[in-house]
């Protein structure tokens, strides 16, 4: 099972590591970030889909975008296109 | 009989922020959260609270609040260094200070009323020390807490002595944000009516024990006063630093990595250490955007082998925000003995699992259950992150 991204997900008392995180992203017009967490972004470095569990009522959907922000810092976020929503994740 | 005397300079971290921009100071500005932290609002400006901005508060409030308001990014090595010339100012006349953090710090002011011929000229001379622009305030009592409450209270550049016996009487009517409660039990309080120290003093300690647990019991005490335990004076620090300058930003780990064994190797051969392990380090970086970053590292068993210390700083390099244009290490303490005893045979096996489980078994009594956690790859093949590993907890 696939718990939707930026929802916390136990199995027991464990806990998953890299779970995304919400993040405030300012799109362009062709979907690529413009601003993430008031940042401007200077670069982006590589983008990529991730489309898995289609078959399933869970389907995952998501596109990725390796960022320099304007401080210099490496961020990736996504934008979950099941849910509308933008997070950011480390270990991607 | 002592008097305990407190310096607190509010807003500290941002007024060390905004030495290099003091434009800024007249305008509606707050320190921006930490990255990766919930996105309150640090410090703010007097403007800014003119403009209904209060630190603590949600950032897209304070922007909707304020539109213009000027988000300035924390500069941690800056606000250390910054601290640490106003604690070697203030130790410089005479004065043996014990910094609480930075902004914030203690001391005892029986040893230097003599050299400045009173109480109030000591402390006067103490709040000159400090130097101008960061609107350094002090409060004087027989305690800590009380001390702490009148700098709280007293306005910028003012010294305010609270006496033993009127020390109640003074804290009775003051807020409960002064005391190191948190926001979910400042609530809980609120919310059954307690809104000053007085109304807290006056319930049984039992009771707010129960209720709130330790840290309740002990908030209760200081609301009474706190404790009349005695400061001491910090040890000063050695100038035990090395520094590493880029030519360019580099943001590669492992070249990092290298930068750190170099800086190691200068600092463990400076003649200064005398042969002594380290207890405590510093390391801080400048980022390629400007800010700065800095991490402390308290060693268990204070030592001297570069493999050990390399383990103990190289897990931090992961936290760095940016690519750094200059990489410092610091030694903040060394320990007082040259030697330490060596066992005769290591230890291995059976042994070594149980030192292991001590380990682990420390630590879980200092951070809680649930704290210490195996991290155990479940589909390391998937294409999705989060489902790659748990991090389950060890209890065992």
């Known amino acids: ?92 | 009989m002592f008097v305990i005397a407190s310096i607190v300079i509010p807003g500290f971290e941002l007024r060390a922020a905004l030495r290099e921009r003091p434009r800024l100071q007249a305008e509606p500005a707050a320190l921006a959260p930490e990255p990766a932290t919930e996105a309150l609002l640090g410090p703010v400006t007097a403007t800014a609270e003119v403009a209904g901005i209060r630190p603590g508060m949600r950032l897209g409030e304070a922007l909707a609040t304020c539109p213009s308001l000027q988000l300035v990014d924390p500069d941690p090595a800056a606000a250390e260094e910054a601290w640490e010339q106003i604690v070697r100012r203030l130790e410089d006349a005479g004065i043996a200070v014990d910094p609480a953090a930075p902004g914030c710090a203690y001391f005892e002011t029986r040893g230097v009323e003599r050299l400045y011929g009173g109480l109030e000229p000591a402390l006067r001379r103490a709040l000159k020390a400090v130097g101008p622009g960061w609107d350094a305030r002090i409060g004087a009592a027989r305690r800590r807490f009380a001390a702490l409450a009148a700098a709280n209270v007293a306005r910028s550049g003012q010294v305010l002595i609270v006496s033993d016996e009127h020390t109640r009487e003074f804290l009775s009517p003051l807020p409960l944000t002064l005391l190191p409660l948190a926001a979910g039990q400042r609530e809980e309080l609120q919310e059954l009516g307690i809104t000053k120290l007085g109304e807290l003093a006056g319930l049984p300690g039992g009771a707010v024990a129960e209720r709130l647990g330790p840290d309740g019991r002990r908030a209760w005490g200081l609301a009474r006063g706190g404790s009349s335990r005695r400061v001491r004076g910090r040890k000063p620090a050695a100038e035990l630093l090395e520094t590493l300058e880029f030519p360019e930003a580099v943001g590669n780990e492992l070249t990092l990595r290298r930068s750190l064994g170099v800086l190691l190797d200068r600092l463990l051969a400076r003649p200064e250490r005398g042969g002594r392990a380290l207890r405590k380090l510093a390391l801080a970086a400048r980022l390629v955007g400007g800010g700065s970053w800095r991490r402390t590292v308290t060693l268990r068993d204070a030592t001297a082998e570069p493999a050990r210390l390399r383990a103990a700083l190289g897990s931090k390099l992961l936290d760095l925000p940016a690519p750094v244009v200059a990489l410092t290490l610091e030694v903040l303490i060394l320990a007082e003995s040259v030697g330490s005893q060596l066992e005769l045979v290591q230890p291995e096996g059976a042994e070594l699992r149980a030192h292991l489980r001590e380990g682990l078994r420390q630590v879980r009594a200092g951070t809680g259950s649930g704290s210490v956690c195996t991290v155990v790859e479940v589909a390391p093949w998937s294409r999705l992150p989060e489902q790659r590993a748990l991090l389950v907890p060890r209890d065992d």
Do not use: K
Request: charged share 30%.
């Open chain 1, 1 to 92: 099972m696939v718990t939707p991204a930026g929802t916390e997900s136990t199995t027991g008392s464990a806990r998953r590591l890299n779970q995304p995180q919400r993040a405030l992203v300012e799109a362009h017009v062709d979907g690529s970030p413009r601003r993430v967490d008031r940042s401007a972004v200077t670069l982006v470095r590589e983008e990529w889909r991730v489309v898995d569990r289609w078959w399933t009522e869970e389907p995952v959907s998501r596109r990725y975008f390796d960022v320099v922000l304007a401080g210099g810092e490496h961020m990736v976020v996504f934008r979950d296109e099941e849910v509308g929503r933008w997070f950011s994740q480390r270990g991607s």
